[in-house]
């Protein structure tokens, strides 16, 4: 007697477990909407976007602080990404990449061409051996779904000009692809990877580190017209804007990526040429995590 009552309160277990389950897959469903999350991850930089079972993550902080941002707004179920993307291998935006690639799978990695000697980089480089890395320039485009991501930055021939590579890598037509190339250029912010995001006539510029050292390039190619949303590059840097690019690309908002740090950001300046030009800021060191939904 005392056996099948036990069987039977187990039954009830097993069937009240299996509809706790159902119930959290249902309220774990993603909608259709594209979501857009600026992480919280200090001083660094780590964007994802997400339609339906779609993921784009660019960046990943200078922590494994991401890891929560990809928890609490991804499903519980789904442990892919679908594209990867690194603007540049410095420290504030690759080192939460690592435990990135390590807890999920990812479809397609993005990166320039340009490497450091730092053992962060080089444990990339480990993790990307045999893996699917692309690497973009001005003018490719990326679709996933309904999300359209334009490289606006940088330019293949200047980066060409600037790496110590073969020629015969810079031959048209060519499709190697280079990983972790040196460089004599000092400043690896300006090889950032820039992408201008389309979705649904909604456009959002997302610019890395790129700052004003380059951004007169990315001007001369004439592509760049107003966006909803600015990612402000460099943390909110004294030098991360050019007024004139800032009114060709006359964003609503811009947000800036940014924890406690040692280098004034954001700065005064930078601060105070979004106020003149009307734009709305936020910060992820004021609001934490920062979101939007199309």
């Known amino acids: 007697m005392f056996k099948s009552k036990l ?8 069937f009240c477990l299996i509809g706790s389950l159902v119930w959290l897959a249902a309220f774990s469903f993603p909608d259709n909407r594209l979501h857009l999350i600026f992480c919280d991850v200090g001083q660094g930089d780590a964007i994802l976007i997400t339609q339906g079972f779609n993921q784009i993550l660019i960046d990943g902080g200078p922590n494994d ?10 499903s519980f179920f789904d442990k892919k990404l679908e594209i990867v993307a690194l603007t540049h291998p410095d420290a504030d935006h690759l080192t939460g990449i690592i435990p990135v690639m390590e807890k999920y799978k990812v479809d397609y990695f993005l990166i320039g061409p340009e490497g450091n000697n730092s053992a962060m980089f080089a444990e990339l480089v480990k993790k990307l051996d045999g893996f699917c890395f692309m690497n973009v320039y001005t003018g490719d485009k990326i679709k996933l779904g309904d999300i359209v991501l334009e ?3 940088p330019e293949r021939g200047w980066v060409a000009g600037r790496l110590d590579v073969g020629s015969e ?5 060519n499709s190697n692809f280079i990983l972790g190339a040196k460089t004599t250029h000092s400043k690896l912010n300006d090889f ?14 997302f610019m890395g580190d790129a700052d004003s ?9 004439n592509v760049l017209t107003s966006v909803e949303i600015l990612k402000f590059p460099h943390h909110g840097s004294k030098t991360g804007m050019r007024e004139d690019f800032l009114e060709k690309i006359q964003p609503k908002e811009a947000v800036i990526s940014v924890g ?3 280098f004034g950001h954001p700065t005064t300046e930078a601060l105070e040429m979004l106020k003149n030009e009307g734009v709305t800021v936020r910060r992820t060191d004021l609001e934490g995590e920062i979101k939007y939904t199309f």
């Not at 069987?7 to 097993?14: E, F, G, S």
């Not at 602080?65 to 991804?74: R, Y």
């Not at 990877?193 to 510029?205: C, E, I, Q, S, T």
């Not at 050292?213 to 190619?221: F, H, L, T």
């Open 151 to 153: 490289t606006l930055w």
């Open 65 to 74: 602080k991401v890891l929560t941002c990809l928890k609490n707004n991804m």
């Open 7 to 14: 069987t039977y309160k187990n039954i009830i277990a097993v």
């Open 192 to 205: 950032s990877l820039v992408f201008l995001m389309k979705y649904a006539g909604k456009r959002v510029l």
């Open 169 to 173: 890598t810079w031959e048209a037509g």
């Open 260 to 262: 406690k740090n040692s």
């Open 213 to 221: 050292r380059v951004q007169g390039e990315i001007m001369a190619d």
